[in-house]
């Protein structure tokens, strides 16, 4: 996204991503090289106060709602869902504890009588989570708590959301590396997630698969491995380049303008600029529906490698363990 101001004075550094290519649309992003970590081409943002969760405290689920810092006083409330040319949103720093409107520091990192659901796109935005929670009227505390993921990487989703923007979906990378939020959901929370996602739908734009650790390692800052994890996949697949690289998801303006260059068609439909494009797709929800269609149209659309994953753990499987 573009830098945006905190509210404390000054611009904030501009989210930092890793480029793709687009048909025919030359560059977009930074500099090609790994995945990289959030740091090196992810979404969090680079903070001199340390953002949300540079504390290792002892809040409680009963801890006051007057303690932590806001979103606003964080630079974190920016709502995607609002404001589609932010997405994904801002990432927080560290791990924190999500209560209304404000981050708190975390007392642990596995939450066992939670979901682990893991975040690639704006269910890691603390504005965006607290938007869709308080859609369901949810004010119960939600744990984030970054993580270092092996074997998956971070790409665009073969359709157009109606919220305006083009999100984000995961695939398979082997050795791929990437520094991500796993968020901790209880039974209200995952299906108001659930929900925003289309994943209780037969027809959804996503569904909810697990990840289990013998094909995508999550390693936690303790140094302890998850057996796996829940993620999004998006039911129509990822975009690639027009010569079979796939997409790496990018500064969602950055995005658009690519797509826009490189397809005339979908220039014809949505405008020539990225403000065009969100306004059309949010004021007609058939633009976004024939945008999407369009992506397979022009054969670039590819396969995940998610798509046989299960809808959860192996019988038997050890809910989380130490790394060897």
């Known amino acids: 996204m573009d830098g945006t101001e905190d509210g404390r004075g000054g611009d904030r550094s501009r989210e930092r991503y890793p480029e793709g290519r687009v048909r025919g649309a030359g560059r977009v992003g930074g500099a090609d090289g790994d995945a990289g970590s959030a740091d090196e081409g992810g979404y969090s943002r680079d903070r001199d106060d340390g953002g949300a969760g540079n504390h290792q405290g002892a809040p409680t689920d009963d801890t006051p709602a007057t303690a932590g810092r806001t979103l606003e006083e964080l630079g974190l409330a920016v709502v995607p869902r609002d404001d589609p040319l932010a997405y994904p949103g801002v990432w927080p ?42 859609e369901s009227a949810l004010t119960t505390p939600l744990p984030l708590v970054k993580v270092r993921v092996t074997g998956l990487d971070i790409g665009v989703s073969a359709h157009i959301s109606r919220m305006g923007y083009v999100s984000a979906s995961p695939f398979v990378a082997p050795g791929a590396v990437r520094e991500l939020f796993v968020t901790w959901l209880d039974a209200g929370q995952l299906a108001a997630v659930d929900a925003s996602e289309g994943a209780t739908l037969a027809q959804g734009n996503y569904r909810r698969v697990w990840l289990p650790a013998r094909d995508v390692r999550i390693d936690l800052a303790d140094g302890r491995t998850l057996p796996g994890a829940y993620v999004y996949v998006n039911r129509r697949g990822v975009l690639h380049d027009g010569g ?63 798509e046989g994953f299960g809808s959860g753990p192996a019988q038997g499987e050890a809910r989380w363990h130490e790394a060897p």
Do not use: Y
């Not at 796109?121 to 504005?127: E, K, V, Y």
């Open 93 to 134: 720093a560290e791990s924190a504890l999500l209560v209304g409107d404000r981050l708190l520091p975390l007392t642990r990192l596995v939450h066992e009588d939670r979901v682990p659901v893991l975040a690639v796109g704006s269910n890691a935005s603390p504005g965006q989570l607290r938007a869709k929670l308080a």
């Open 244 to 306: 079979g690289t796939l997409l790496r998801h990018c500064d969602q303006r950055a995005l658009l303008g690519a797509l826009l260059a490189g397809l005339p068609r979908l220039r014809k439909l949505c405008g020539a600029t990225p403000e065009e494009f969100c306004a059309r797709v949010r004021a007609d929800p058939a633009v976004g529906r024939r945008g999407t269609r369009l992506f397979a149209e022009e054969g670039l659309v590819a396969a995940s490698g998610l």
